[in-house]
């Protein structure tokens, strides 16, 4: 059975790129992967340390979705990457929800977004759960690594 997961304040919450789970990553610490990932669309440019510091991964995202402001030109061929590095890091950093997603084993887990159908499943659930699928990865990867 699926492990479904959206809000921060449901039982799979930590797997929310809005979670308050802050990491350091390149030289930098991110209050949220939400954070993390809205910034790399904007390397080398204020709006980059402006997503860094503002206070809420909701204001993150708004920031990051402005098209006001030009892409890195090669966003689409690197935003898969960049999240599964900062989920990574995320889990990595924080023993207690590296526990809980190591504890779903084998279990498909998918963000249950009814807006998402890149990252999340979407409202029919014929998105692609590009997060679910990361968040799937990551637990391979920590898996690997964990001494049985």
Sequence with gaps: ????????HDDYGSFSNFSAHGFELDGEYWP???????AQK?????????IRQVKTPKDAA??????????????EQVKD?????????KFETHGEICEI?????DQEIVENSPIDYY???????????????ILM???EILRSRTPD
């Excluded at 059975?1 to 921060?8: A, E, G, K, Q, V």
């Design 119 to 133: 990252w999340g499943c979407g409202k029919d659930g014929s998105g692609k759960n590009m997060l679910g699928q």
């Design 62 to 75: 708004k920031m990051g979705r402005d098209r006001s402001l030009p892409l890195r030109p090669d966003w």
């Design 32 to 38: 949220t992967t939400e954070h993390y990932f809205q």
């Design 101 to 105: 997603l190591l504890a779903t084993g």
């Design 137 to 139: 990865e990551v637990r």
């Design 42 to 50: 904007f390397p080398g440019t204020a709006q980059f340390d402006r």
């Design 1 to 8: 059975m699926p492990i479904y997961f959206y809000s921060t």
């Design 81 to 89: 990457g960049i999240m599964q590095k900062a989920v990574l890091r």
